[in-house]
Each structure stands twice: as C-alpha cells, then as structure tokens.
C-alpha cells in the first residue's frame, strides 16, 4: 500500500506561479512513476506531467514550456512548478503514484485562479 501526502496550490492570480510537492509512502517508491494530473469542472482528468524512475519526464500540452517537475528520491518526493499560470488552469490537481497495475491517487488539491 502507497499513501500520498499532497501540498501546495490554493489561490493564485493569472500570470502568478504555482507550487505542488507529492510525497509518497510504502515499498520501493522509488521505483514508481509519479506525477500530477488535474481536472476542471466539467472536464475529464488530464495530465500535467509526470517523471518516471529514471528521471524520464512527460507533460500535457496544455502546460508545456510552463511547468518543471523533479523527483528526490531520497525523500520519495516530487516537487512541481507551474509558471505563467492562467485561467484554464484551475481545477483539483491530483497526485499519482504508480508502476504497472498498482495505481494511487492523493485526495487532491484546489486551485483557483482569480482576477
């Protein structure tokens, strides 16, 4: 069993930053694949990066060229910046642990974005 502990987000001004770290819990973590994905009102879940074992890096289009993720495996962390944030970008971010059929999930974190 994986537990996941989420911070970060909360309520940011367009163009403002955002700040995410997912800490994991349980056997071997460091050999899972985690990442952030998120989901508006309304919409389906999508993806907005996510940094396997190996370092490998994968992100949505929605936020790429404005998000960066790292991994410290030593605290079986990963930790994520969003810049330029806009509008589009509120929703409930969600942290993700897995490796093959073993999936988690965090309860999730709101974002708002406001003028």
């Known amino acids: 069993q994986v537990e996941i502990v989420e911070s970060g987000g909360g309520a940011v001004q367009p163009g403002g930053s955002l700040r995410f770290s997912c800490a994991a819990s349980?056997?071997?973590?460091?050999?899972?694949?985690m990442g952030w994905y998120r989901q508006a009102p309304g919409k389906e879940r999508e993806l907005v990066a996510t940094i396997t074992s190996g370092y490998s890096r994968l992100f949505g289009d929605s936020v790429k060229g404005r998000v960066i993720i790292f991994r410290d495996n030593g605290k079986n962390e990963i930790n994520l910046q969003m810049e330029n944030v806009i509008a589009e970008d509120a929703g409930v971010y969600y942290c993700?642990?897995?490796?093959?059929?073993?999936?988690?999930w965090g309860k999730g974190i709101l974002v708002t974005v406001g003028s």
């Open positions: 349980g056997d071997a973590i460091r050999s899972y694949t």
């Open positions: 993700n642990v897995r490796r093959g059929e073993l999936d988690y």
